[in-house]
């Protein structure tokens, strides 16, 4: 019978600077320092932490760890218009649980998603819970080199917000 090996705790003097709530679920040593899983958010070596919500996407290849995020291109009424950053990637030798938490706390982040087809390329319309905010955070992403189209995409955040309210208790 195999036994399962915990890993160590995280040494103080490695420890991102946690908010009062925050706690550790999962981390890892990659070449530039400490990727580290909180229940708010993901902590990457260089940079502040990173909300679930913010996390566009994250891929584990079963070395190497890459994380999109996205940035605010504008506000709208009622949503928010993002794209994705560059992405970020870190060599993982011992990742422990750590791609498991990243996958499933970004996953569960989303409480809507879904892609609609414009006439000149396509939107995805996503509703994230965020750590800490009653209801939900909706977002519009464009497909690349679709142009910018407020009225259908906020007709389609509108529906959307219409159909997760049927299914929001």
Same mark, same amino acid.
Request: glycine share 8%; net charge neutral.
């Given at each position: ?68 995020? !996205?940035?605010?291109? #504008?506000?709208? #009424? ?48 996503? !509703? ?25 995409? !906020? ?15």
């Amino acid at each position: 019978m195999a036994l399962f090996r915990r890993k160590p705790k995280l040494p103080a003097d490695r420890r991102p600077a946690l908010d009062r709530d925050e706690r550790i679920l999962a981390w890892a040593e990659s070449g530039g320092g400490v990727v580290v899983a909180t229940n708010r958010g993901l902590w990457l070596p260089g940079h502040d932490r990173l909300g679930w919500h913010e996390i566009h996407k994250a891929a584990w290849s079963g070395r190497e760890l890459t994380v999109t995020a !996205a940035t605010v291109v #504008e506000e709208q #009424e009622g949503y928010t218009v993002v794209a994705d950053k560059l992405p970020l990637s870190y060599l993982l030798l011992d990742p422990g649980d750590l791609p498991h938490q990243v996958r499933a706390r970004v996953t569960r982040s989303v409480a809507y998603t879904e892609h609609h087809a414009l006439p000149d390329g396509g939107v995805r319309v996503v !509703a994230r819970r965020v750590s800490g905010v009653d209801g939900l955070t909706w977002t519009a992403r464009y497909d690349s080199d679709t142009p910018p189209a407020p009225e259908a995409v !906020a007709d389609l955040v509108a529906a959307a917000r219409a159909t997760a309210e049927v299914f929001t208790p």
